[in-house]
């Protein structure tokens, strides 16, 4: 059982369209990590939220922190190529520094 | 940034036999790494946390005795697949966190293929 559900599992886009990847959880996190992934490497921080309700921008990408810190979301506008690979989010508790996956989101978006 | 190296980046192994996985973290010291295992198209499954000077915690479901961790100093911890079988081949990336923070830097990965 996956302890952080990530949905859509695999989104296929055309270049310039946007797009939501959500990451939802029953489980309080003390913060919440997105990641990107392309194949044969690790994965790469994006983003940390810390504070429920937090929004935080990185250029065309948007991550919001739910208010109750049990989910979050990742929205991209006017997608380009080069923002295709895996997405992950990962939940994290002060207490252990232990990181727990989300299910991956896999984009592709076509030129 | 911090950086995470692991060594090798791609190993092939008869089945049976034993790799070990180094992970070491470059310029900083890592009391607590930890190691994922991830299978194609699949997310990071986290395997065991491991610690400098202590016994490894093993995630439910992750055999200790066929897994062997050991984190020797506070920049290495190395992860070895004993009696390897083909079930066994994946991803394996190990990341380690700053001391006091949440976040995570991850090594690139280490592919084993068991034939």
């Known amino acids: 059982t996956q302890l952080l559900e990530q949905s859509p599992q695999f989104l296929s886009i055309q270049e310039g369209e946007n797009l939501t990847v959500y990451c939802n959880s029953s489980s309080v996190f003390s913060s919440l990590q997105w990641y990107r992934q392309e194949p044969g490497e690790g994965p790469v921080l994006l983003v940390t939220v810390v504070t429920g309700g937090e929004v935080k921008k990185l250029k065309r990408l948007t991550f919001q922190f739910g208010d109750a810190r049990k989910d979050s979301s990742l929205h991209i506008t006017a997608a380009q190529p080069g923002d295709t690979g895996l997405y992950l989010c990962a939940g994290a508790w002060r207490s252990s520094y232990k990181l727990i996956f989300g299910s991956g989101t896999r984009l592709l978006v076509r030129p | 940034g911090a950086v995470v190296s692991q060594h090798p980046s791609w190993v092939i192994c008869k089945s049976g036999t034993s790799v070990k996985i180094e992970c070491r973290s470059l310029d900083f010291q890592a009391t607590t790494m930890f190691w994922y295992r991830q299978f194609p198209k699949q997310s990071l499954m986290l395997m065991a946390t491991?610690?400098?000077?202590?016994?490894?915690?093993?995630e439910q479901g992750v055999e200790k005795d066929k897994f062997l961790i050991n984190h020797a100093s506070l920049t290495l911890s190395t992860l070895t697949v004993t009696s390897a079988h083909p079930e066994d081949s994946s991803f394996y990336i190990c990341s380690a966190p700053l001391a006091g923070a949440e976040t995570q830097y991850f090594g690139p990965g280490t592919r084993l293929l068991v034939l």
């Open positions: 491991s610690n400098e000077g202590s016994k490894a915690t093993y």
